[in-house]
């Protein structure tokens, strides 16, 4: 029998045609060259860089790349370049990890779960060879569909510009020749039918007075050239049926080497040139078609058009100039796009929708819950300059694609006047009852009262924004670097006041008022609560630091008990999705009364943390004394990211804490790359900043997209 030949695509030339760009992070310049000359030994074209620094890697991720190869660096883990591709403009870019010396078998998922595309070995350069041009072509594959989905746009806007042209004179042209026509272009050459244009070249039909000019014209605009496409002529034609001179516009059509024609047939030239103008205009891609565009790239059964409006607008951004105006609408969207984390578009001037989608209706259901949060009063900040923001928040859901303009139009006032799903009401979560603080002993300084003072006004306009339901609860996402804990997120607490935000942790006044401080963080934790109920369901495992004050520790006596409530209607599937968190300023004032009540909340079911902690010369002492299981460290130890040398000294300060006590450590405010990146060389489990996640108004996983 005679044998058949198979082949592996993977083997074919079409990997070689083009120029493979490799990013290799190692310390050996061997195995650079070794990976270099094994490539270009197969016929390869390849661009490679090394490197092994921070720094390096951090400039080279402004750059496109096939490819990352992860040996040894010098103060790059194979952690750390993960985190910062999966946040650059790459997100999706494969990393190959060269095998560590320590490699065992079995943590091969491991690696693939933090997102590792594969472990090669190059002892074995056959099989390295092959992991590559499998990796590879993941991300030739991952680039063209990028590219096929942004030609089909285009395609998309030009068929639908092809179709609004339809009462213009329209033809396509290939090579010089019409291939097809409207009614209209028929008409205006004064040709029944369409078979009779077919094959007649564009010269013929047009008989431009100046031939020459034209011809030089049209040869450029074939090169592609289409900055030279709107031209006016004068026609010899005396079969055309509107004055000269006929205005024309070239445009590149759905296939490479065709051309679409459009001549205006209006008579008058203020028309026409309110034509062309309507017609630039109109050429724009509809909400409604980018919407389907979105459909199309992220395809699923479960899908929310939400419709985000003003539900009232400042006097003041009509009071200021135009670019004030211009640049509170423009935020509106930053604002929605950052909270969101979803496409968003624009249907007219303040009003946008979005596309919310979901494996299951349930946890659709728990995204639009959770976006009630924005409707509280906002603060956006123009040209440096605080206005407020109030939002209407409504939905539709949407069975598939949306048809047409009409149906768009029907979805839109659909979703306006349908308010978003609440969490349903049940006795585990009506809550408000245990707001009223229970009898205390709280002995008040003697201080005169002045009704008219300033910290009365505050602590006054916070009472009403209590009342009111108007404080807000901001959730930060933290970065597990065990990728284990991934939902974990700290909840921080303010209000708005005077046209600005006040940080409730650090507010001074509220120290004069314990039942107020109490009454606030009671009504923090059960709305926190409320948001991780719901949260849940989309993330079992999601878990909340809440940020409270000493009073509720020392001064309710029945805040053990309080807490063991909100854990059981909470229904998490862990044993403590609750970590109360304190400054240790405040505790450190009464370590023995703290010790006490710690031990209870412990009891209970909660854990405690510490906040701002590290930077006192008693940190030491209570990490002793007090049974915690987490840290967040002072902003000025998070400084100390700033340089190598002091990024050292911040490692010693930790490796003490944790050889006082085996507890969690957090660092905060990572606002930039540098600081998050070198977070990773120091012994802090837990890296939280604006580089990964910024405060939000409900809870949303940073990777759901």
């Known amino acids: 029998m005679g044998s058949i030949e198979v082949r592996n695509p993977l083997l074919s030339k079409k990997l070689k045609r083009t120029e493979t760009r490799l990013l290799i992070i190692d310390d050996n310049q061997i195995r650079f060259n070794q990976i270099r000359d094994l490539l270009t030994s197969s016929g390869h074209v390849i661009q490679a860089t090394l490197l092994d620094d921070l720094q390096n890697f951090e400039k080279q991720l402004h750059q496109n790349w096939d490819l990352v190869i992860f040996g040894r660096a010098y103060d790059l883990k194979y952690e750390q370049a993960l985190s910062l591709i999966q946040l650059s403009k790459q997100p999706n870019l494969p990393i190959l990890l060269l095998k560590p010396e320590d490699y065992q078998a079995d943590q091969y998922a491991s690696y ?67 291939i097809q026509a409207n009614p209209e272009y028929l008409q ?156 968003l578009f624009e249907v007219s001037p303040g009003i946008f929708t979005g596309l919310f989608q979901a494996e299951t209706k349930a946890k659709l259901k728990s995204k639009l819950i959770g976006l009630s949060s924005l409707t509280k009063p906002q603060l956006l900040t123009v040209n440096h300059t605080s206005y407020p923001l109030n939002l209407r928040i409504g939905y539709v859901i949407l069975g598939s694609e949306i048809g047409d303009e009409s149906q768009f139009e029907q979805l839109i006032d659909s979703a306006y006047k349908t308010a978003l799903p609440q969490n349903e009401p049940t006795p585990a979560l009506e809550l408000e009852m245990d707001l009223d603080i229970p009898t205390m002993e709280i002995h008040h300084p003697d201080i005169k009262t002045l009704n008219s003072s300033p910290e009365s006004s505050l602590i006054r306009a916070l009472e009403q924004s209590l009342d009111r339901g108007e404080i807000h609860l901001k959730y930060q996402q933290l970065y597990d670097k065990q990728d284990t804990n991934l939902y974990t997120y700290e909840v921080t607490t303010g209000f708005i006041f005077e046209n600005s935000w006040k940080d409730l942790s650090s507010l001074r006044e509220l120290t004069e008022d314990p039942e107020l401080s109490i009454k606030l963080d009671r009504w923090i934790l059960v709305e926190s609560c409320k948001q991780l109920h719901n949260f849940i369901t989309q993330y079992p495992e999601a878990k909340l630091i809440v940020n409270l004050n000493k009073d509720v520790l020392f001064h309710d006596r029945t805040f053990p008990e309080f807490i063991s409530k ?84 911040l490692q010693e300060k930790i490796k003490i804490f944790h050889e006082i006590k085996p507890v969690e450590i957090m660092l905060r405010e990572l606002n930039d790359m540098t600081l998050f990146a070198n977070a990773w060389n120091v012994d802090a489990r837990f890296i939280q900043g604006d580089y990964f996640q910024k405060k939000l108004d409900h809870l949303i996983d940073v990777q759901d997209q």
């Open 112 to 178: 693939i779960r933090k997102g590792i595309y594969d472990i090669l070995n190059l002892d074995y350069p056959d099989r390295f060879y092959l992991g590559l041009l499998r990796a590879l072509s993941s991300s030739h594959l991952l680039m063209t569909q990028q590219h096929l989905m942004d030609e089909l746009e285009s395609a998309q806007s030009q068929a639908q510009s092809l179709v609004h042209d339809s009462n213009k004179a329209v033809a396509l042209i290939q090579e010089g020749i019409h």
């Open 188 to 343: 205006l050459f004064g040709i029944k039918n369409e078979e009779d244009i077919v094959g007649l070249p564009v010269l013929d039909l047009l008989q431009p007075k100046d031939l020459n000019d034209f011809k030089l014209r049209f040869k450029k605009i074939t090169q592609g050239q289409f900055d030279l496409g709107r031209l006016e002529i004068v026609t010899l034609n005396d079969q055309v049926s509107v004055p000269n001179p006929l205005k024309i516009e070239f445009l590149p059509a759905t296939d490479e080497d065709t051309l679409q024609i459009t001549i205006d047939i209006e008579t008058s030239k203020a028309t026409n040139a309110t034509s062309a103008t309507s017609d630039k205009n109109t050429q724009k891609t509809t909400p409604y078609q980018l919407l389907n565009r979105t459909i199309i790239k992220q395809p699923s059964d479960i899908n929310a058009l939400v419709l985000f409006s003003l539900a009232s607008c400042p006097e003041t951004i009509f009071e200021g100039n135009w670019v004030t105006s211009k640049n509170y609408f423009r935020q509106i969207k930053e604002f929605l796009k950052e909270q969101t984390n979803v496409a």
């Open 566 to 649: 909100l854990i059981t209607i909470v229904r998490s599937k862990l044993t403590h999705p609750l970590i109360l968190q304190f400054s240790e300023e405040d505790l450190t004032h009464n370590i023995s009364e703290a010790q006490k009540q710690i031990t209870q909340l412990r009891q209970f079911g909660a854990e405690v943390s510490l906040r701002d902690f590290g930077n006192t010369i008693y940190s030491e002492s209570a990490i002793r004394k007090l049974d915690i299981n987490c840290l967040t460290l002072h902003h000025t130890l998070t400084k100390m990211l700033d340089t190598e040398k002091s990024t050292e000294e």
